[in-house]
């Protein structure tokens, strides 16, 4: 049988050295979700015996991006003793969010509840976002007070009843309320009844729903020693009594106090439920915290 050996043309570099074969390739791992966030490959060539792998996180600069070297896979035996291989790297994905439908067990909060005049509403629309909200009279309600609404309305010949806690956004002339919400359906609304009263909710026992909660992502170029530190955990909520011990019945006497939880219910101020971490790629790590709006 013939030898194999290597024949380089004039000038040429041995393959002692590492040779990019090829053009660098661009992925976008996370698509919409995060789409700053590229990995890029290319394949390499180099005598097996003269290999060495990269330093961890070793940079590549591509264009205005810096990415991490993140590992050297799919090794490939060439003849002559050369071997070739694809080189990963990817740049610090920037966090983001994914909307989720998460049931959990909500806390009683009792003891602070106040009602107020009920204002009937005449009339509904939306405006960017928040429901405006028609009625009589006001007087009884301003910006950023805590309120309950309860509406029932038709929509494409749908009869629709909701009812919710939220934040007054603003009054207006003493017969409008804008208030933080989302009327269900699309088209005309017609059939209009309800009231607005000013409100700071309460609830006897815990409540188990299931709430458009979040998954949010958060990432860091980090070592297992310094996890803690770079990306570190963030407790799920837990209430506690007077004598530090966890409750899911809030009081004038609990961290927090049921007045400051009504507050997060009529803001949809998020709680955390859960928060993990992993690994990544190579050495980039992703903490994933699941969070609810209170209720």
Known sequence: MASIYQKLAAGQTAFTAEAQDGDYVIEYPLGPAEPTHVAIKARFKQFRADYTRPAANTTLTYGALTAYFIDDIEFADDRGGLCSWTRLWATIPASWSEPEDYAYTFPAFTGSNTYGTTYA??????STGTVIVTNATSTGIAAGDAVYVQVSYTRNSTKITQTWNTLAVATTNNSQTTINGVLLGSGTISAVSGFVA????ARAGPLSAVAAGRLAFDYALTSIASLNTDLPLTQPFAAVDSAGIQTTT??????PTSTIYAGYVTSGAEIVVECTRSRYLGNIFCRQTRLVPAM
């Open 121 to 126: 509403v005449s009339s509904l629309n939306t």
């Open 198 to 201: 000013k409100s700071v909710p």
């Open 250 to 255: 809030l009081t004038a006497s609990t961290t």
